[in-house]
């Protein structure tokens, strides 16, 4: 059974840190362009982090550039996404995508809560 699972969320005070985990079992992320997606309540789901099969190449949207780290570890089957200097705007429920070819797996995503 393929999955997703995500994992590392939490509510956090502005400026502290988070580290997500996304595990996946039933297939191999090595040939997986693996990205973070957030969807904020009442705002469509955004595109927050790629990484290459690799790791070589990370892309980021503008409002996370030098606060957030993509990277993944093949061998383990994991993905993170390590997030830094957390704003209240940051609150949202974030998602892992894999994508092989045509084949695209979601995870069921993890809340992540940024308040005093």
């Known amino acids: 059974q393929v999955q997703l699972v995500e994992s590392g969320g939490g509510l956090v005070r502005p400026g502290g840190s988070l580290r997500l985990s996304c595990a996946a079992s039933?297939?191999?992320?090595?040939?997986?362009?693996m990205s973070w997606f957030r969807q904020a309540p009442g705002k469509e789901r955004e595109v927050v982090a790629v990484?290459?099969?690799?790791?070589?190449?990370?892309n980021y949207i503008d409002s996370v550039k030098g606060r957030f780290t993509i990277s993944r570890d093949n061998a383990k089957n994991t993905v993170y996404l390590q997030m830094n200097s957390l704003i209240p705007d940051d609150t949202a429920v974030y998602y892992c995508?894999?994508?092989?070819?045509?084949?695209?797996?979601w995870g069921p995503g993890t809340q992540v809560t940024i308040a005093s």
């Open positions: 995508k894999a994508t092989s070819g045509m084949t695209v797996y």
């Open positions: 990484i290459t099969t690799t790791g070589g190449t990370s």
């Open positions: 039933g297939f191999s992320i090595s040939t997986a362009i």
